[in-house]
């Protein structure tokens, strides 16, 4: 592995214009418009530290609490581990989400492969089709598989004495679920491979089998390791499939909700929430560290890879690809087959008895544009605010020292699960002595906790953004005395609205899905749509529940095509420059 | 004859306001917030009802299940947020209770509703409303097709024909689920209770959360039966599902959705006035419309697939019980049956 900062990468290399702007600092730090940079910098940091550094640290100090708010060290966590049905749990939600990590990479990873190194026909629909269980909810796979498989399942007969319920359908549920995170990056780490270590092994008359052990998968060894943290971390964290198909099988994310919701001991579901904290952590961790070595991968004198036509292995891919593909389409299409069936198993004929009985009648169709009402809010509002701060951190200087904390304070969402976070935020928010009180029970703060919990791969994602943008242009602005805003507004963002859409369509379609971050925040007047599913589900009104994931899925579609066409639209019109 | 006109006072009451709103009346109303458990269509007729005699007290309502707004008040306790709970179940309220939070009143005519459905002191400090009794849900069709018998007593779901196909509320997280467990502990004693709970666990394909999703549950026949509450079970059998609805003839646990005043309130004449109104006969006719059963004996509510004497089906209930040994049965529960609930 060279060791050569690519710049590419966005390292300092000597005589880059970062050097260039430090030689000149103290002439160009008089500009007054620099103090705006730092105060809004300051003010982002800040906001992170508040709503998102705070409230954890409340889940450790109620972890330390007893019931009356006394400290009393670790007696909470030892009484947890004398509980064996709680204790039980941990193990049950390790192997499980081991079990899904390595049903989930290898069907990825071939996948990707397929979309990667072959000439395989229908590229582009494939693609989507295997992406699409990002649009829904995670419960919808679960309910899906309710109608496939349980006991008055379509398929039952092929489950023979075996339930649906429990560990099975966690496991499949979290398959489909996964598998597009998964795919997303193993198709990235795919592309990044060097074609001329291949034309150098083809020279060398290298076997097949041995290409792909000693060039291909060292090549996408840092893609898996990152593909299989993100599932395993999905899974161990993922709250609506364990609740709606879980049936007995205890996992950690569902005792926390038993426990806050069920039990109202608090103390314990905070010692939950740090021992679900602390793998994740360490998968994150992991990941920051092989991330870090991955940037050298490439240089500038590579060869892009592509792939040459071979019948008989394209067919294979095709046929593999569309076998997933028709899976995850039987997956999607049964929740809405059902949610249109009008009494399951006894009666099939269709009508929009659960949209119009089931969701407007019940007053639910309320939550479904507060979904919308929220997603638009993440979608503009969190965009604006993690795309400057992004821009802040990467294109202006001056407070070296706050810099790192707010780095740090925006990738560390990325290893906080949803539950924790929301958790962490009734305990900080609830106070009253807190100042921010009056957000507790909003709109504002189911707002603010998906942005955050979403907050690190559109961090990233404007990141990569910038740095394909040269300094030079902050550098010249600010020897010309241009304030940054201008230069922000006039050149980055024109030239980063890709990103900034992508960033955009990100944050609206997980605010119309997630689950797990809002379960304990929402108020009577802020239910959104994905926790009404849940609680369809849990009163066991399962086809109204499975009517809000069609809804859903149909919405998160819908605006991702919007998005395609205004994407289309502004490459022809800003980003011609890349030609 | 009352019901016909229970829709139209939507209208008068905007009447009403706008026109209360032109004279400036408007400008002294109260307004209370109120805790609830009850269903939201439920809230819009009480809140109609209330305000036909309480046109100057406005109420704002935070609505959640029976677990989370109880979970809630708890977590309030220091700095309790409403002024009046409303519809949460009385063994909640007998745990507000015991914590002092609070304000015993005897509401105007409350001498008039059946004793046992409220408090026992004197001023009470909770008011019964409605109550919801266990019943099993049992689906006749899938029962047929798998030779499962229609069971009659609680004593037959613990025969092992019933095995994997029965399921009920986890009692920590559901109001239904407690009251189960609390009404078999009573009626079977300490020790009877639990033998039977571990004879039943045999059987339990799935705890759930709530006390709906058996019946509903039984009524898709994805299993074939469901320990769940008396309105549910009548809604998923008026529904067209194939679920006959059993009264297990031992008795039925049951609670009852009741209201009382939180100490702390600065409101307390709007908050007595609530009170007042939980007690008349028209807010019971309210209540009548979604239970099977009131606290105003006067009022007999008729859901098709209730029996008129569920009064006498149930079992002789002890709040300060269950509430008081909640925490321990929640835990005893849990060590029994939650370590081996894998399946």
Known sequence: MSATPDPAYGSIAPGSPQLFGRVYRPRLRVHWSDRVAHAILLAAGAALAVFLLAPLAMILAKSLESRAGEFVGLANFVSYFRTPALARSIWNSAWVSALVTAITIPLAFTFAYALTRSCMRFKALLRNVALVPILAPSLLAAISFIFWFGNQGLLKALMGETQIYGAPGVVVSLVFATFPHALMILVTALSLTDARLYEAADALGTGTVRKFRTITVPGAKYGLVSAAMVVFTYSLSDFGIPKVIGGNFNMLATDIFKLVIGQQDFAKGAVVAIILLAPVAVTWLVDTRVQKRQSALLSARSVPFVPRPSRGFDWAMTAYCALLGALMLAVLGMAAYASFVKLWPYNFSLSLDHYRMGLVEAGLFSSYLNSLTMAFWCASLGTLFVFTTAYLLEKTRGMGAWRPFVRLAAVLPMGVPGMVLGLGYIFFFVEQANPLHALYGSMAILVVCTTVHYYTSSHLTALTALKQLDNEFEAVSASLRVAFWRTFFRVSVPVCLPAVLEISRYLFVNAMTTVSAVMFLYAPGTVVASVAIVNLDEAGDIGAAAAMATLIVATSAVVCAVYHVLQVWLDRRTQAWRQ | ?343
């Open chain 2, 1 to 343: 004859m009352k019901s016909m006109f229970r829709r139209k006072p939507g209208l008068s009451a905007i009447a009403v306001a706008a026109a209360l709103a032109a004279t400036g009346a408007l400008a002294q109303k109260t307004e209370l917030l109120v805790y609830t458990a009850l269903e939201t269509d439920q809230l819009k007729a009480y809140t109609e009802s209330f305000q036909k005699t309480n046109p100057n007290i406005d109420l704002k309502f935070v609505r959640d299940s029976t677990g989370v707004i109880t979970a809630k008040i708890l977590a309030e306790k220091a700095n309790p947020q409403a002024d009046v709970i409303l519809g949460v179940s009385a063994s909640s309220l007998e745990i507000f209770k015991a914590e002092g939070m609070l304000a015993p009143y005897a509401p105007a005519g409350f001498d008039k509703l059946t004793a046992t459905f409220s408090d026992t002191s004197r001023p009470p400090s909770w008011v019964g409303m409605d109550v919801y009794a266990a019943v099993v849900c049992y689906n006749t069709v899938e029962g047929q097709k798998k030779g499962i018998p229609k069971p009659e007593s609680w004593a037959d779901l613990a025969k092992p024909v019933y095995k994997g196909q029965v399921t009920m509320p986890n009692p920590a997280s559901s109001g239904t689920g407690y009251l189960s467990v609390s009404g078999w502990l009573q009626v079977m004693g300490e020790a009877g209770g639990w033998k039977y709970m571990d004879q039943l666990h045999e059987n339990v394909a799935q705890y759930t959360h709530s006390g709906s999703k058996p019946c509903r549950q039984s009524g898709a026949g994805e299993f074939v039966v469901g320990i769940s509450f008396d309105f549910r079970g009548n809604d998923v059998k008026q529904k067209g599902a194939p679920v006959d609805l059993v009264f297990p003839k031992e008795g039925l646990g049951w609670d009852v959705e009741s209201s009382g005043i939180v100490k702390a309130t600065k409101k307390m004449d709007a908050a007595k006035k609530l009170m007042d109104w939980v007690a008349t006969k028209e807010a019971n006719m309210a209540y009548a419309k979604n239970f099977a059963l009131v606290a105003h004996p006067e009022v007999k509510p008729s859901l098709p697939h209730i029996p008129a004497d569920l009064d006498k089906k149930i079992i002789k209930n002890n709040f300060a019980f269950a509430a008081s040994n909640r925490e321990k049965i929640l835990a005893e529960w849990q060590k029994r049956y939650g370590a081996k609930s894998e399946k």
